[in-house]
C-alpha cells in the first residue's frame, strides 16, 4: 500500500528556512514521480516542485532560486528545502507521487498524481 506522510513544517518569520521531508512507504522513489504542491486557504492546489524517475526537476517560477526539491534514495525520503521563505509562501504543503515518468506538462499539475501525503503546514509571518 503507497503512503505518503510529510513533516518539517512550521512557523517561521519571513527570510527563514524551513525543510520538509516526505517519508514513502509502499515503493521505491527510483520508480515513481514525486512532486511538492501546496494550498493556501481559498486556494486551489498549486504545484511548487516536481522530479521525475529520470531525475528532471522543475519548479515554479514562484519558487525558483529559493526552493529545492530533492530525493535521498537510501532513506526513500523526498525532500523540499525551502529558503528566504516569504509570507505568501504560507501554506498546506503535500507531496504527491505516480508510478513512472512524469512528462514536463503533468509535473506540477495535481492531476498528473494520483497518491498524496496528509499534508505539513508551513506559516510564515512577515
Known amino acids: 500500500q503507497v503512503r505518503l506522510a510529510e513533516s518539517g513544517g512550521g512557523s517561521v518569520q519571513a527570510g527563514g528556512s524551513l525543510r520538509l521531508s516526505c517519508k514513502a512507504s509502499?515503493?521505491?522513489?527510483?520508480?515513481?514521480?514525486m512532486g511538492w504542491f501546496r494550498q493556501a486557504p481559498g486556494k486551489e492546489h498549486e504545484g511548487v516542485a516536481g522530479?521525475?524517475?529520470?531525475?528532471?526537476?522543475h519548479y515554479a517560477d514562484s519558487v525558483k532560486g529559493r526552493f529545492t526539491i530533492s530525493i535521498d534514495n537510501p532513506k526513500n525520503t523526498l525532500y523540499l528545502q525551502m529558503n528566504s521563505l516569504k509570507p505568501e509562501d504560507t501554506a498546506m504543503y503535500y507531496c504527491?507521487?505516480?508510478?513512472?515518468?512524469?512528462?514536463?506538462?503533468?509535473?506540477?499539475?495535481?492531476?498528473?498524481?494520483?497518491?498524496w501525503g496528509q499534508g505539513t503546514q508551513v506559516t510564515v509571518s512577515s
Open positions: 509502499g515503493f521505491t522513489y527510483t520508480t515513481y514521480s
Open positions: 504527491a507521487a505516480v508510478p513512472g515518468l512524469i512528462t514536463r506538462r503533468w509535473t506540477l499539475a495535481p492531476d498528473g498524481y494520483n497518491f
Open positions: 522530479i521525475s524517475t529520470e531525475g528532471t526537476i
